[in-house]
């Protein structure tokens, strides 16, 4: 099938499907029969009640807040009394509980900020000896300003003040008798109580209506919507991260860029470098542009709303070309040009029909009947859902296309694709198909960018579903369904740039990757560590891919520490290197030798299969002495054992005229702390393998728990506008932050100081920590809960696990030839640490295991 074909048929499916999607959300909101009747001029009832309202801090996103209200109404004063008994599903049933708890007069909610309430289920009554007894219990949380309302409790919350606790009342229970109200801190302070009748611990007790309004201290670390003067600070911290992040690849690409240029023009310098490296500085610069460019479009407002929509489709579509993702890898004198021009081709004319469909929508609103600033009007048509989600979905196909282009060109033009032989490895060869692929792609994307909308519009619809579940959403929120829809579809068209922006990190990560790939050829002298400009660009790595994504919460709420963190990240890991280069293995043998022959005694084929092979020999010399020592070898003395020992001691690499092993230092270890491959970047593939291997796991328990856990975080998750996306974001990302760190630790594994790869693992992991100190003594108020503390540290601990695992699977692929001579890992693992060594790693892992449950079973039990 032809390629425009096959991409004419998804755009078909694809367009029936959200014209399905538009014409669903579009259809009225079940009316309840409630608005059909009403409290009329009802006397209020002589009722009992008794409420009581509990906080509780268990995760460090929100604090839930929940109430129990129980409700004695008797039977002959109220003549909807009996209708609370029927079936939760009766409009008897739904009027008499409105009746009951809301009150008729609206107008104190401030729509923007007010916050409706989550109910477990439908409350029943019974009925006994003539009282009718209504248990009611509801739930909310809070994770940002306003009003929360939660049963005949509203919390109102402002920045840097305390929240209000107050109770109100419907119209059916002014005269009612109040036995008790109970307000339960559970651990936050209260700091204003007056008229309380009593005081258990942190819990205060009013007896009747005594109660005007508490006083809560809010937790230091929970992030609410700052004010203006705060929320810009923060914006310009996360400007610097963005500046900083593209000052960090620029100086990498421009570093490359100069240590070309000063070598002679005869021919031997490829330009596939210097081609890459222009292509970062290219993208350093767009990105640093657009993050400007967004940060001053943070505050949404319908007035400027087609302005930032067509900024996002714009920007989207510009990003698209400027990428050519239509280039193949084997592209240039000898390429097929005819296929060239049909891919481009498809390529422009997808991504011009995305964005003339999000064009008209914004520069011909009328036509999808929509007013010019794109927020419908009360009662919009079909038309105008639609429209808007065809805009949103334009707007998200665009970027993601754009993303996935600029990460092709950085992984063709870095040939990260290629074996370390520099031919095509079978798995990336070159299509048969290009067209079909690009049309496979852009399909998938629009599918991505259906699911991202979709999970926009089922978080509104169970928004109002909780604000409408009496009916009374069009009285409150001052919007019909349709209307209130349209604006939220409106917004994230204008917003959802932004979101998308916010992860381009993972673009500079593979820029960076793809540079350090072409030294592999480029550079056949450096074999043995990334230098100068390359060894910038693994500290560029280590920042940005493993550094912010695991300790960005040690910074607290102040988020002007963000733009701090790449440098410092970077000087760590610089200093660590440093140090590495003076007390590492190699580094000792190396100035042994005096003649600094080391790397090219090991560089070579024979050099490094002697050096193997005296490895061997030396660990089987080891394990028989082991055996005499316990009297199991016979046919052989200590002595015999010894003096071989000995001899190879002497070990001295090709063109060495000297012995050059210390005496703490065998020749096993010479070959540990050289890796199983001969380059550094194939040191390096190797260990980010083995890290994104052993990181699932703790990937998925780190996007369980700050997304799932427990029923009523996932349900927060779920209302909020991507947070199902964000979910499998975080797994994703987390991936790549320990694939980011298995890389470094193989790019820099010769350098590392230890004998063995944990402790090597451990030497990265310090340069991990060595920020967190700085910034704890820059702003030791930190303000970071327990909760929080613990998470932040079983992040830390995780990734410690992850580079242990993964440099004791290193070391194994060190002696992977004499994999056939072993069953198992473990048991190669015993033979080159021996008994003893491997003990201590082994116990070196479980305590870290234990460190992890420890700190796990304290953040789930915390209350």
């Known amino acids: 099938m032809p390629a425009s074909a096959m991409t004419s048929r998804a755009w078909g499916w694809i367009a029936v499907a959200f014209a399905v999607l538009g014409w669903w959300v579009a259809l009225p909101s079940p009316a309840h029969a409630v608005e059909a009747m009403s409290c009329g001029n009802l006397h209020p009832p002589k009722v009992h009640v008794d409420s009581e309202l509990r906080f509780n801090r268990q995760n460090p996103d929100f604090v839930e807040v929940r109430q129990v209200t129980n409700i004695v109404v008797p039977e002959a004063q109220w003549k909807l009394a009996n209708d609370l008994t029927l079936s939760p599903d009766t409009p008897k049933y739904l009027n008499a509980l409105h009746c009951l708890l809301h009150s008729d007069d609206t107008s104190h909610r401030k729509i923007a900020t007010w916050h409706p309430e989550w109910r477990p289920s439908t409350s029943q009554a019974t009925k006994q000896e003539g009282m009718v007894t209504l248990p009611y219990e509801s739930w909310n949380l809070i994770d940002s300003s306003g009003e929360f309302e939660v049963g005949p409790w509203t919390v109102t919350v402002k920045p840097d003040e305390d929240w209000t606790v107050a109770l109100h009342s419907s119209h059916a229970l002014v005269g009612a008798s109040w036995g008790k109200a109970v307000v339960d801190p559970d651990g936050l302070e209260v700091s204003d109580a007056p008229g309380a009748s009593s005081t258990d611990k942190e819990i205060r007790v009013w007896s009747g209506r005594s109660l005007k309004q508490v006083k809560v201290v809010p937790p230091k670390d929970l992030a609410l919507t700052p004010s203006r003067r705060v929320a810009w600070v923060g914006s310009l911290g996360v400007a610097s991260w963005w500046v900083c992040a593209s000052a960090v690849i620029a100086f990498s690409a421009w570093s490359v860029l100069r240590s070309g240029n000063r070598k002679p023009d005869d021919g031997s310098e490829t330009a596939a470098s210097r081609v890459v490296a222009r292509t970062i500085l290219q993208w350093a610069g767009l990105s640093a542009a657009l993050g400007l460019t967004l940060l001053l479009l943070l505050h949404p407002s319908p007035g400027v709303n087609p302005w930032r929509a067509f900024i996002g489709i714009s920007s989207g579509f510009t990003l698209v070309l400027l990428a050519r993702p239509w280039l193949s890898s084997k592209q ?283 490895a061997r020999s030396c660990r089987s010399l080891l394990r028989r002495l082991h055996l005499v020592d316990h009297g199991h070898a016979e046919g052989t003395t200590r002595r015999i054992l010894e003096t071989q020992l000995h001899e190879l001691h002497q070990w001295r690499p090709t063109g060495c005229d000297r012995d050059c092993l210390p005496d703490p230092v065998s020749v096993v270890d010479v070959a540990l702390s050289w890796g199983p491959k001969r380059h550094w970047w ?182």
């Not at 095509?424 to 792609?441: F, G, V």
């Not at 500290?539 to 960005?552: N, Q, W």
């Not at 209302?719 to 499998?728: A, F, I, R, Y």
């Not at 693992?761 to 327990?786: D, T």
């Open 682 to 863: 194939d040191n390096a593939l190797k260990a980010a393998g083995w890290a994104s291997l052993f990181g699932i796991l703790p990937s998925m328990v780190t996007a369980w728990y700050e997304k799932a856990y427990g029923t009523n975080h996932w349900t927060y998750t779920l209302n909020l506008p991507t947070g199902v996306p964000d979910t499998v974001g975080k797994f994703l990302t987390q991936e790549i932050s320990f694939a980011g760190a298995g890389l470094v630790l193989g790019a820099l594994w010769r350098v590392l100081p230890g004998e063995r790869g944990p402790m090597r693992a451990l030497s990265l992991f310090v340069a991990w920590l060595m920020p967190i100190a700085v910034v704890a003594a820059l702003n030791l108020n930190l303000g970071i809960g327990r909760r929080e503390l613990g998470l932040a540290v079983l992040n830390v601990v995780l990734m410690l696990m992850v580079l242990t695992l993964t440099s004791m699977w290193v070391d194994a692929d060190t002696f992977s030839q004499e994999r056939h001579y072993w069953t198992k890992r473990l048991g190669l693992l015993t033979s080159v640490y021996q008994v003893h060594g491997l003990s201590g790693q082994i116990a070196f892992l479980i305590a870290q295991a234990a460190a992890a449950a420890t700190i796990w079973h304290q953040i789930v039990t915390t209350t």
């Open 332 to 614: 240039g004198p000898h390429g097929d040009r005819k296929e060239l021009k049909r891919c481009k081709a498809v390529v422009v004319i997808s991504a011009a029909a995305a964005a003339a469909i999000g064009l008209l929508v914004i520069l011909a609103p009328h036509l999808f009947y929509l007013p010019p600033n794109l927020t419908p009007e009360p009662s919009p048509p079909i038309s105008a859902i639609a429209g808007l989600i065809l805009l949103d979905l334009s707007m998200l196909w665009l970027w993601l296309s754009a993303m996935v282009a600029w990460a092709w060109r950085f992984a063709r033009e870095g040939r990260l694709g290629e074996s370390s032989n520099g031919t095509e490895s079978a798995h990336t060869r070159e299509p048969q198909h290009p067209l079909r692929l690009i049309a496979a792609i852009g399909a998938a994307l629009a599918v991505v960018a259906a699911m991202v909308v979709a999970c926009r519009v089922l978080s509104f619809e169970r928004g109002w579903d909780r604000a409408n579940w009496l009916g009374e959403a069009s009285a409150i929120l001052g919007s019909d369904h349709r209307r209130a829809l349209g604006r939220q579809l409106a917004d994230f068209a204008s917003i959802g740039p932004q979101w998308l922006y916010s992860y381009t990190w993972v673009l500079a990560g593979i820029a960076l990757v793809a540079l350090l790939r072409n030294v592999l050829q480029e550079k056949p002298e450096m074999p043995y560590e990334p230098k100068g400009g390359y060894l910038l660009t693994v500290t560029g790595i280590f920042a940005i891919t493993v550094s912010l994504k695991g300790k960005a919460s040690f910074a607290g709420n102040s988020a002007a520490f963000y733009g701090i963190w790449l440098p410092l990240n970077m000087a760590a890991l610089w200093v660590m290197v440093l140090a590495g280069r003076r007390w590492s293995v190699l580094s000792r043998v190396n100035r042994a030798t005096k003649k600094n022959c080391l790397v090219a005694g090991l560089s070579t084929p024979s050099g490094h299969k002697k050096l193997m092979e005296d």
